[in-house]
């Protein structure tokens, strides 16, 4: 099985109908496509979050220009589709195992980075006047059953101890009281740090953003070859040639097996839908005591998540699917508002205005990875397993870091291991199968 999620023969896409796409403003349009060959120190490969905040940062901090080179639309890929989480997390694998690896004091420290993630984000905001309509600091992990309350209390005391996280337990009259009435919302932990914005907005703030500090930026212009001349990286789009000193591979789940051989069979592109309701009543509200505007998830391994947009509509997001196809579509969307309906009853038969999918990029240890190969002069930042908002902005940094050669900033012991290759590659869909069914099994109980 080969995944090839770009079509690198078909660039310039538009955006998917998405409410962000929608409502985001906009769109870059000084962004135009490769013309003729060039000679450049830095090419960067995405135009998403990590391209981005790599092309800023580099212009802001060192002074450096690069070249980013969009297959589609600036934030085509998931920095335009996500649900806008801004949150703590990093990776899907035991903190415990962390411990165990490392030691505590290095486990801190990969901690700590899924925290300057979230402030470089918020820092970013009000640095480059970006607006994108950010709610105020705090997120809710939702129990979605009883005994998932113990899950909890364990993740508050380790998180605390540990790690320094602060957050409290909210039981369930609390939380109906004072944040939203679920049938699957039985407690809470309610962290102090994360927040949610508006994804299409933060990606086109952060493209401004990075023009000007001297980044140039280009749509429509996907590597459709990438060959070695020297010391020069020569890649080959539909309007020219590219000689790179240095390449960036910021595409995450939107890469492709085809791009390089160091990124073949290493990634899984996972799909996540979401849905946006029209806005609610004041009678649904009410009934709901829908108050909050923070960032919710579950307890769930396959999570739902899911926050109150500033005009009262719902988006409603989950992992699961395999295939991104028309009918497929049509199915994921209807499983979706059935699963709304199942938390909340009174939202039955809600009208929808948009719905959309978007691939998360897990790798196969399911941590993400900056690193570089070759002979150094190739660098990556991939597989954010879904926390992408904040964290594929602060990996943007550290490649910044990387390609300037400084060392003031480095990526924690997770982040620096090699990106691994899955154990026979053409079966990723089958262990995805696989693993969603024994997810789906834990998740009820």
């Known amino acids: 099985m080969t995944i090839n999620i770009i079509d690198p023969n078909a660039p310039g896409q538009a955006h998917v109908d998405s409410y962000w796409a929608a409502t985001g403003g906009a769109e870059i349009t000084d962004a135009t496509p490769i013309a003729g060959d060039m000679d450049v120190d830095i090419a960067i490969i995405g135009g998403g979050y990590t391209g981005l905040s790599t092309a800023l940062h580099l212009?802001?901090?060192?002074?450096?220009?690069?070249?980013?080179?969009?297959?589609?639309?600036?934030?085509?890929?998931?920095?335009?589709?996500?649900?806008?989480?801004?949150?703590?997390?990093?990776?899907?694998?035991?903190?415990?195992?962390?411990?165990?690896?490392?030691?505590?004091?290095?486990?801190?420290?990969?901690?700590?980075?899924?925290?300057?993630?979230?402030?470089?984000?918020?820092?970013?905001?009000?640095?480059?006047?970006?607006?994108?309509?950010?709610?105020?600091?705090?997120?809710?992990?939702?129990?979605?059953?009883?005994?998932?309350?113990?899950?909890?209390?364990?993740?508050?005391?380790?998180?605390?101890?540990?790690?320094?996280?602060?957050?409290?337990?909210?039981?369930?009259?609390?939380?109906?009281?004072?944040?939203?009435?679920?049938?699957?919302?039985?407690?809470?932990?309610?962290?102090?740090?994360?927040?949610?914005?508006?994804?299409?907005?933060?990606?086109?703030?952060?493209?401004?953003?990075a023009q000007r500090a001297g980044a140039v930026l280009h749509e429509s212009s996907p590597v459709q070859g990438w060959a070695r001349d020297g010391k020069r990286h020569v890649l080959s789009t539909p309007g020219g040639k590219v000689r790179a000193k240095q390449v960036v591979i910021a595409g995450n789940g939107y890469t492709g097996d085809r791009l390089h051989p160091a990124i073949d069979g290493r990634l899984l592109p996972a799909l996540s839908n979401i849905v946006v309701t029209r806005p609610l009543t004041e009678t649904e509200r009410k009934a709901l005591n829908w108050s909050t505007t923070l960032p919710i998830s579950d307890t769930r391994n396959l999570l739902f998540y899911y926050r109150q947009l500033p005009d009262h509509r719902i988006l409603f997001g989950a992992r699961g699917g395999i295939e991104d196809t028309a009918a497929s579509r049509i199915a994921h969307k209807r499983w979706l508002l059935g699963r709304l309906t199942d938390m909340f009853p009174i939202l039955k038969d809600i009208e929808t205005t948009h719905f959309w999918s978007g691939w998360?990029?897990?790798?196969?240890?399911?941590?993400?990875?900056?690193?570089?190969?070759?002979?150094?002069?190739?660098?990556?930042?991939?597989?954010?397993?879904?926390?992408?908002?904040?964290?594929?902005?602060?990996?943007?940094?550290?490649?910044?870091?990387?390609?300037?050669?400084?060392?003031?900033?480095?990526?924690?012991?997770?982040?620096?291991?090699?990106?691994?290759?899955?154990?026979?590659?053409?079966?990723?869909?089958?262990?995805?199968?696989?693993?969603?069914?024994?997810f789906g099994l834990q998740d009820r109980y």
């Open 59 to 209: 212009g802001r901090k060192f002074g450096v220009t690069s070249h980013v080179l969009e297959a589609n639309r600036i934030g085509w890929g998931c920095s335009g589709r996500n649900g806008g989480f801004a949150t703590l997390g990093i990776g899907k694998t035991s903190m415990a195992g962390w411990i165990r690896r490392w030691g505590e004091a290095e486990a801190r420290r990969i901690f700590d980075q899924s925290g300057d993630a979230v402030r470089l984000v918020r820092r970013l905001l009000t640095d480059e006047g970006i607006d994108a309509e950010a709610t105020p600091d705090g997120n809710l992990e939702l129990a979605h059953l009883p005994n998932r309350m113990r899950t909890l209390e364990h993740d508050q005391r380790m998180l605390e101890a540990k790690f320094g996280v602060k957050s409290r337990l909210i039981g369930k009259a609390e939380l109906e009281r004072n944040y939203l009435i679920s049938r699957e919302a039985h407690g809470a932990l309610l962290f102090e740090t994360g927040f949610a914005l508006h994804a299409m907005k933060y990606v086109r703030g952060l493209a401004r953003a």
């Open 360 to 438: 998360v990029c897990v790798p196969f240890d399911k941590s993400p990875h900056v690193n570089s190969i070759e002979d150094g002069t190739v660098h990556y930042a991939l597989g954010y397993v879904g926390t992408g908002v904040a964290l594929a902005t602060y990996c943007g940094l550290l490649l910044t870091h990387r390609l300037a050669g400084d060392t003031s900033l480095k990526p924690s012991p997770l982040l620096a291991r090699p990106l691994p290759r899955f154990p026979f590659p053409a079966l990723r869909r089958t262990y995805q199968r696989a693993m969603y069914a024994y």
